[in-house]
């Protein structure tokens, strides 16, 4: 981007040396496209700027998210469930199936039930020590 405001600055410094003046409407017009050139090569400048921070920062949210999912794979047993109606792959925390509160997993792709914890669903808990790591008959997985 330097680049582009050293070029305009030549091709400022060139109409100066050859007097093309702001008198006449030639003049005018290439002092005026000169002019809009610096404003842009000065706001491209700009945007790169903003545009690095930008990425560094993400790339920074980017690390810190892979951190946070390989701690959370560590540190807890989850499910991993594929939603029959559309295909995605959901996880949630074993938990769950002991809590006394019903709760619904719902797909966030498609908005359909995948899971309930009030037995109306062919997983049962008892499985659960049995099974960590191999998959069920309803296409449930437990990976700790």
């Given at each position: ?29 290439i ?18 700027s ?28 989850v499910i ?11 996880c ?20 359909e ?15 659960y ?13 437990v990976?700790?």
């Amino acid at each position: 981007m330097r680049d582009i405001s050293e070029k305009v600055s030549y091709l400022q410094g060139l109409s100066e040396g050859l007097n093309i003046s702001d008198g006449n409407p030639q003049g005018k017009i290439i002092s005026g496209i000169l002019g809009v050139l610096d404003d842009v090569s000065g706001i491209l400048v700009d945007m790169r700027s903003e545009f690095n921070i930008v990425k560094d920062y993400i790339e920074s949210i980017d690390d810190d998210l892979f951190e946070l999912e390989e701690n959370f794979k560590q540190n807890t047993d989850v499910i991993e469930l594929r939603c029959d109606n559309c295909g995605e792959e959901l996880c949630f925390d074993a938990d769950l199936i002991e809590d006394d509160d019903v709760i619904e997993i719902i797909c966030p792709r498609c908005n359909e039930v995948v899971f309930i914890n009030d037995g109306s669903f062919d997983y049962e808990y008892s499985d659960y020590d049995d099974a960590i790591g191999d998959e069920h008959d309803n296409g449930m997985n437990v990976d700790s």
